[in-house]
């Protein structure tokens, strides 16, 4: 069985709902950011970077794997599902699979840092990390326009997009007038297995509630994760 080393982050996410989706039966290990989990020696052992999620697969030799680009990728070839064997397919779905790793998630998760976290409020920092969220969304949604998903079939590329879009509100970005962007995230948020993907290691919606001082109290500790 697969060991997941995992917290409720849009990268946390991309494992458990690429492993949901797969059917592959897996163990959960909360690492618990604000205590510095991912900062042991034996967390390092795993993963040098210090970061989550790691998955540790038995079939290979208790092989850890981590970067949540490689973990999708590994699991989608082990099952032969969700990446494409044909050259072409297989390059459709890793050039959207690379565009949230290379600019969803890193602009997302700037624009997370100087919106909610850091202690300074810097207009012109946050504006700029904002902007080009938006332009990034407006990049799916125009892909998304000629196409039900962003490689033709539901894929790893999806779950990786989703998985960081569907929070961009948390990042003080709107993207509602997206239409295709819209059609597209609310068909995989009705996938039964992304939903449960997202739940995991824990419920974060009911963690954070829905009231602004619940998610200004959840923001202020999360906030802390910027100093670790």
């Known amino acids: 069985m697969i060991e997941l080393y995992t917290s409720p982050t849009p990268n946390g996410y991309k494992a458990s709902v690429t492993l949901e989706e797969l059917e592959l039966p897996y163990n959960v290990h909360v690492i618990n950011l604000q205590e510095g989990d991912q900062k042991t020696p034996a967390f390092l052992a795993m993963n040098p970077n210090g970061r989550i999620p790691v998955i540790v697969d038995p079939d290979f030799d208790n092989l850890a794997i981590f970067e949540t680009g490689a973990i999708m990728v590994h699991l989608a070839e082990k099952t ?6 044909d050259t072409k397919g297989r390059a459709r779905v890793m050039s ?3 565009f949230q790793m290379g600019g969803i998630g890193p602009m997302m998760g700037q624009a997370n840092i100087f919106y909610r976290y850091f202690p300074e409020k810097l207009p012109s ?3 700029r990390f904002q902007l080009e969220v938006r332009r990034l969304l407006e990049v799916l949604d125009s892909h998304l326009a000629d196409h039900e998903y962003l490689a033709d079939d539901f894929s790893i590329a999806d779950i990786a997009n989703w998985c960081w879009t569907r929070t ?3 990042s003080g970005v709107e993207s509602h007038d997206l239409y295709h962007l819209s059609r597209w995230s609310s068909a995989i948020s009705a996938r039964p297995k992304c939903q449960a993907g997202v739940k995991v290691p824990f419920d974060l919606a009911e963690l954070a509630g829905k009231s602004k001082e619940d998610a200004d109290a959840f923001s202020k500790q999360a906030g802390k994760l910027v100093k670790s």
């Open 80 to 85: 032969g599902r969700l990446l494409p064997n």
């Open 96 to 98: 959207w699979l690379m």
């Open 125 to 127: 920092v946050i504006s």
């Open 168 to 170: 961009a509100k948390w």
